[in-house]
Structure formats: C-alpha cells, structure tokens
C-alpha cells in the first residue's frame, strides 16, 4: 500500500539558512499535518491543511511556513533557521478531518 | 487544553512476558484515541484508533482498551521485535484541524 513520502530524508544545514521540506500524502487523503520531534521528545504539532487551505496552526515559529499544492502535496519553508530547529520532521495525511493520521518517514533536519 | 500523560516511561520485559502499557488523557470531546508504535529514527507507525468507552481492537500479540479516563496497550507473549517507542495520541474537537497531542511514549525492551 503507498505510504506517505517525505524529501530529502536528510538535510543539513547552516544558521541562518532557508530550507524546504516536501511530503506527498497518501493517494485520496486530502489533509495534511506537520510535526516536529525533538531528540526524546513526542511530535508536536506545527500545522494542517485541509483540501489546500490552512486548517489550523500549533506551535510553529513566525520564521515556518506551508502550503498545500493543487494535487495536494505539501512544503513547509523554513527561514533563518536556528539550532533549535535540529530535529525530525513529520508529515501525516489522513482521508478526511477527523481520522486516522498516517505518518511518513520524516526528514532529519540539522542545523550547524 | 488535551492532556496525555503514558506510564510507565521504560519497561524491559522478557520474552514471552506479558504486560500493559497505560495511557492516560484528558480531552473536551474525545474524537478518538490512537496507538502508534515508533523506531527510533522512524516515523510513528498506525497501530489502533479507539473512538468510544469500551470498545477493544486486537492485532497479533497487541489489543487496546478504552475507557473514559484511560487507554491500556496489552502485550501479550512479546518477542524482541515488539521492542519500540509506543505512542499514545488524542484527537479532541477543538478547532478544526483535529491534529493530535501526544503523550511522551513508553520506551519497551523486551530482552531474548
């Protein structure tokens, strides 16, 4: 069954820098969630989309952004990026609003 | 504001040594309850969805319970594959994104 894809898997990065994460939801799932993990910590969510529009914002800084494309992947853009930043990043899509989230792989974001 | 807190943080087990991990929340509106199970460096990976007091979901050696307080992650007869991060997570009413919270996981070794 496809899953939920994320790239790059891996990046690093200076600070101050900008980066862009993608992730391609699961074929037929129309909402979008992004997460952030830091090490030993439980995902946290950043923000959501619902058939291309915002749907809710959690604790993502003023520097993140993202959006939901037409064929409904996601990016989320990240700006004068901080240490802090250094952590694994999630995307999960599910059918509908309320429903089963279905999480990617993650991309590993390093920041020197 | 949804809370989630999982018990115990670590559990070792031996093989074929059955036990629960617990779960406990509190949400206005209980949308469903979710088990994942996390390799480190992975994404969170969809276990179960529990939606009301009461209903019960098996899968293998695993079966999760609900109640109106609390969720029990059963593990019956572990093997050394069943060790991981498992991840409890609510999905409240509240705005409408229905993203989840999650409580900091139960770390599980079970040893050969």
């Known amino acids: 069954a496809a899953g939920v894809i994320q790239s790059p898997r891996h990046l690093i990065k200076e600070k101050r820098e900008t980066a862009t994460l993608k992730c391609y939801p699961i074929p037929r799932h129309d909402t979008v969630y992004w997460y952030q993990q830091g090490p030993g910590q439980d995902p946290q969510f950043l923000i959501s989309f619902y058939e291309k529009m915002q749907s809710d914002k959690g604790s993502i800084p003023d520097r993140f952004s993202a959006q939901q494309f037409s064929d409904y992947h996601s990016e989320l853009n990240m700006s004068s990026l901080e240490l802090g930043d250094s952590a694994l990043y999630f995307c999960?899509?599910?059918?509908?609003?309320?429903?089963?989230?279905?999480f990617g792989p993650g991309t590993r974001l390093l920041v020197l | 504001e949804d809370q989630v807190t999982q018990s115990p943080e670590a559990l070792r087990l031996q093989e074929g040594e059955s036990s629960s991990l617990n779960c406990s929340y509190t949400v206005s509106g209980l949308r469903g309850l979710f088990w994942y199970r996390q390799d480190p460096g992975k994404g969170p990976e969809f276990l179960f969805t529990?939606?009301?007091a009461g209903e019960e979901k098996e899968k293998e050696r695993l079966k999760a319970t609900l109640t109106k307080k609390e969720s029990f992650l059963h593990i019956t007869a572990p093997k050394p594959e069943d060790s991981a991060t498992y991840l409890c997570a609510v999905q409240g009413p509240r705005g409408s994104a229905r993203q989840l919270t999650f409580g900091s996981g139960t770390q599980l070794t079970v040893l050969p």
């Open positions: 999960a899509s599910s059918p509908r609003l309320v429903g089963t989230q279905y």
């Open positions: 529990l939606y009301s």
